[in-house]
């Protein structure tokens, strides 16, 4: 039987959302953000960022940055006791991008490109994973993939929230990342380690 993780949008979920972070020295986290993800940790699931980094493709950053970038909110994260297994991103945007990065992919949200391979890679059954972000981008990437959605009211997600229009909906909306893996952990029937 495939095993089951958690996916993380970046900005807004586990970082405060600055627009289109391009400075590793503007990184911020979500009170509470670190200790969420080391509680998931503990309990030895996967903890996936996917994000859509549109800023490479508008040329605003080099993709040097995202890496950048992710290596720094990976110090921050393993200075307390956090850590990301992988992450994802999406270079690409399909009218606003330069050279080739102006690209209509598989792997910009909502498409579920990130996700499934990343279940390829952790061999996660999606339909037991569990997809948290704060817009309604990323809740529709997650029901595409058949994972359960959960929406923070973090970054975006409070907006997004009361003005919630779409067919799909989150099947949890919690205020932070804290708040949502616990409910993760006790749909699960795991310890609130």
């Not at 959302?17 to 309990?43: F, T």
């Not at 950048?68 to 009218?95: F, K, M, V, W």
């Not at 972000?133 to 359960?148: F, P, V």
């Amino acid at each position: 039987m495939k095993r089951w993780g958690v996916f993380l949008d970046r900005d807004g979920v586990i970082n405060e959302e600055v627009g289109y972070l391009d400075d590793p020295d503007a990184l911020k986290l979500i009170p509470g953000a670190a200790d969420a993800i080391r509680r998931l940790s503990r309990a030895h699931i996967p903890v996936i960022v996917i994000s859509n980094q549109a800023g490479v493709a508008r040329g605003y950053f080099p993709e040097q940055r995202v890496h950048q970038i992710h290596e720094a909110l990976s110090r921050l994260l393993a200075a307390n006791g956090a850590r990301i297994d992988r992450y994802y991103y999406c270079p690409h945007h399909p009218t606003e991008g330069v050279g080739p990065y102006r690209l209509d992919c598989e792997c910009r949200k909502p498409e579920p490109g990130m996700l499934l391979k990343a279940a390829e890679e952790f061999g996660l059954n999606l339909r037991r994973c569990y997809l948290i972000g704060d817009k309604a981008i990323d809740i529709e990437t997650g029901w595409r993939a058949g994972t359960h959605t959960i929406l923070v009211l973090t970054g975006y997600g409070g907006e997004m929230w009361r003005n919630w229009s779409y067919l799909f909906k989150p099947d949890h909306v919690a205020q932070n990342l804290q708040e949502a893996v616990e409910w993760i952990l006790k749909v699960e029937g795991l310890p609130l380690l």
